[in-house]
């Protein structure tokens, strides 16, 4: 258990007041401007030397909001504010964070680190990969109470182990996921460009809020296909992140969905979900299976010819990283309306489908099934759309659904004239399917991203909804106020909802 997150020691010169800045001009019509926008952490007050972030890592931006906190996670640092951005505790770095976990403190720093909150038990939970001689492992911490600026229970996981052939690897890119039976995480032993495939797991959940020492866990391994002819293929899954009031029935799997790109190692264009099925009593019992295979609209990873550095930006020659070689971005949000259920999630592709155009868009999809009793329809794709409406290009989208089933798509936009800046599109349930046809800013950059080739920008970004009123989207990624001969990026954090949505009624 670590010593409460207020009283550790926090990186040096961090902590200031909230910096409202710029808000987007009226005129959103169904969907607000900001009500909330505040600056994040910033990696210029966050020195490497306090192991607070990595030289020419990319900000790895995480954030959650709860009932009454929102907790913010980059790279190697964690600060919590309230909601009108006030910092009530941090940064901390997260070697800080972990020195209490012997099996992920000391001196290890990883990066890709990212926060949820459990509205269910109103808990806070913070997960990074590392741990282990070879950084097997998965770090997971949960809040002793509802306060973010308390003391955490900290676990190390072995995910990647001698049973399953994994000991040796890393286990990158973790992305958790809430649900109501099991905390889930995904993740690529030794990063996507391996091909080796991907891991899932459950966590026992009821354990970890109740601070045991030993909660149980099951990890299945599901290897990346052969192609033909061979190559590297390219796997990323996302399980599942419980959103808004009602829980799903009793009995119902974790939902695992993995993007299969026919341009990546795959023979074809498909969405497969799996489902978990856990059995805490029995954990041998446990079951993944694959279930509903999905043909969705041709697509493309490769936003560019390259795969990786397309992305462009006003008078400079550099072009900075699409993250769009694969991964889906987090999350993947399910929500139960009784008779029906939704999965939500995007990732980034060649908008025209031809990597030769050097055009970055966001494809998404929701998924509905429907049950009656007991009884469960198969998934389907309900709608699914491809957002570039001009010439710049977007990427490292997020995306989330309010109680009234609007859909909010925040995303990185940059272009030949356009800084890159951070931005917001929506849609109601009775706008066409597969469109968004409303976009605002939460602030738009006025710097590009300078340095070596080999700095990503961001690499993801996460879009939450306020368990206040479940109307509230609240946005964080990343963004350049200023042109520096470094690295420096800075991050944003805004809410806004559309006006059809007031909260409880």
Request: proline share 8%; charged share 15%.
């Amino acid at each position: 258990m670590s010593i409460p997150l207020s009283q550790m020691l926090t990186c040096p010169d961090a902590i200031g007041p909230a910096v409202p800045g710029p808000i987007s001009k009226p005129g959103g019509n169904f969907l607000s401007d900001p009500i909330v926008s505040f600056d994040g952490l910033h990696v210029g007050k966050l020195p490497a030397s306090d192991d607070c972030s990595l030289d020419r890592y990319a900000s790895d931006d995480s954030g959650a909001v709860g009932f009454n906190h929102y907790v913010q996670v980059v790279n190697t640092a964690i600060a919590v504010y309230d909601k009108s951005g006030n910092v009530l505790a941090g940064p901390v770095s997260t070697t800080t964070f972990w020195q209490d976990q012997p099996d992920c403190g000391g001196g290890q720093i990883w990066s890709d680190a990212v926060v949820r909150f459990d509205r269910y038990s109103n808990r806070w939970i913070i997960a990074r990969p590392g741990g282990g001689q070879n950084g097997s492992d998965l770090c997971m911490a949960v809040s002793k109470t509802s306060d973010p600026t308390g003391a955490y229970d900290q676990y190390a996981f072995e995910v990647n182990n001698t049973d399953n052939g994994l000991s040796s690897y890393f286990n990158d890119y973790p992305k958790i996921a809430v649900f109501s039976d099991a905390y889930y995480a995904t993740a690529d032993p030794n990063k996507i460009f391996s091909g080796l495939g991907n891991t899932i797991s459950a966590f026992e959940r009821s354990a970890m809020l109740a601070g045991n020492p030993a909660p149980q866990f099951v990890t299945f391994f599901v290897p990346a296909p052969m192609s033909t002819p061979p190559q590297v293929t390219h796997s990323h899954m996302l399980a599942a992140d419980l959103e808004g009031r009602r829980l799903p029935l009793r009995g119902t799997p974790e939902y695992i969905v993995q993007v299969q790109d026919s341009h990546l190692g795959f023979p074809a264009d498909r969405l497969q979900v799996y489902e978990f099925h856990v059995d805490w009593d029995s954990p041998t019992s446990s079951t993944f299976i694959p279930t509903q295979s999905l043909v969705p609209q041709p697509f493309n990873s490769n936003a560019c010819d390259d795969g990786f550095f397309c992305i462009e930006q006003p008078e400079v020659l550099q072009r900075i990283d699409s993250l769009s070689y694969g991964y889906m971005m987090q999350r993947l949000t399910y929500r139960n309306f009784g008779p029906r259920q939704s999965l939500l999630f995007d990732h980034t592709v060649a908008a025209e489908g031809d990597p030769s155009q050097d055009h970055a868009g966001i494809r998404w999809y929701e998924l509905r099934t429907t049950t009656r009793g007991r009884t469960r329809s198969p998934w389907e794709i309900y709608q699914q759309g491809t957002y570039a409406p001009d010439a710049n290009d977007r990427w490292l989208g997020s995306i989330a659904m309010d109680a009234k089933q609007n859909i909010a798509l925040g995303f990185n936009v940059s272009g030949a004239s356009v800084s890159p800046s951070i931005h917001y599109a929506g849609r109601r349930p009775n706008d066409p399917p597969g469109t968004l046809p409303l976009e605002m800013s939460l602030i738009d950059g006025s710097g590009v991203q300078l340095g070596p080739n080999n700095t990503n920008f961001g690499d993801y970004s996460q879009m939450t909804i306020d368990p206040a009123d479940d109307c509230t989207f609240w946005y964080t990624s990343t963004y350049y106020p200023t042109t520096s001969d470094s690295n420096d990026w800075h991050t944003r954090i805004g809410s806004f909802r559309f006006t059809n949505c007031h909260g409880r009624e």
